[in-house]
Nanobody
Framework: QVQLVESGGGLVQPGGSLRLSCAASGFAFGSYWMYWVRQAPGKGLERVSTINEDGGTTYYADSVKGRFTISRDNAKNTLDLQMNSLKPEDTALYYC????????????WGQGTQVTVSS
């Protein structure tokens, strides 16, 4: 069956770094646009970053531009998010998700990994 399993979350001080990973299985990972989406406490979903099928095109929310980097390894079916210069407002549950095209509804979701930025 389809699985997206996130890992790498945790507690980090402001200014610190974390690297999130998402292991995908059960679908044609290399044919999907992939996303990192987050939900902060009491807030709606925010699409943090987007990457196309071959990794050649990426997009970032203004709130993370210059601090986060999305990448993928289609040979290993993995999606990563390198997060630097973390801020308290980055505290959220981070999900990886996939869709067949950039404007398509998400087809698959992971269970999420918690990131908490606090001193």
């Amino acid at each position: 069956q389809v699985q997206l399993v996130e890992s790498g979350g945790g507690l980090v001080q402001p200014g610190g770094s974390l690297r999130l990973s998402c292991a995908a299985s059960g679908f044609a990972f290399g044919s999907y646009w992939m996303y990192w989406v987050r939900q902060a406490p009491g807030k709606g979903l925010e699409r943090v970053s987007t990457i196309n099928e071959d990794g050649g095109t990426t997009y970032y929310a203004d709130s993370v531009k210059g601090r986060f980097t999305i990448s993928r390894d289609n040979a290993k079916n993995t999606l990563d998010l390198q997060m630097n210069s973390l801020k308290p407002e980055d505290t959220a549950l981070y999900y990886c998700s996939g869709a067949v095209c950039i404007d398509c509804p998400y087809d698959y979701w992971g269970q999420g990994t918690q990131v908490t930025v606090s001193s």
